[in-house]
């Protein structure tokens, strides 16, 4: 069974940092996208970044140049570095992918930026 646990959160100040990780098991995990998304209080989720088996990334324009998603297939773990971290960057952080034609996700990660 695919499963996802994420970890790093935590509280920061604005202006602040936190890197995200995301580990994988079950699957394949050179073989697999994975995408970083976020639901702030009340709000819908959101995709923030992505990334491809061949390490194409794309970002939501709201973290462009902030955020960088990376992948390490040794130790099938996928990162977020956030930087400048702003209030409206609270949310919870949540890694998912797809494989054998089912989304998984992960539990979760709590960001709070203060300002």
């Known amino acids: 069974q695919v499963q996802l646990v994420e970890s790093g959160g935590g509280k920061v100040q604005a202006g602040g940092s936190l890197t995200l990780s995301c580990k994988v098991s079950?699957?394949?995990?050179?073989?697999?996208?994975l995408d970083w998304y976020r639901q702030a209080p009340e709000k819908q989720r959101e995709l923030v970044a992505s990334?491809?088996?061949?390490?194409?990334?794309t970002y939501a324009d709201s973290v462009k140049g902030r955020f960088i998603i990376s992948r390490d297939n040794a130790k099938n773990t996928v990162y977020l570095q956030m930087k400048s971290l702003k209030p409206e960057d609270t949310a919870v952080y949540y890694c998912?992918?797809?494989?054998?034609?089912?989304?998984?996700w992960g539990q979760g990660t709590q960001v709070t930026v203060s300002s």
């Open positions: 998912k992918t797809f494989a054998l034609y089912t989304e998984y």
């Open positions: 079950g699957t394949i995990f050179s073989l697999i996208a």
């Open positions: 990334i491809t088996s061949t390490e194409t990334t």
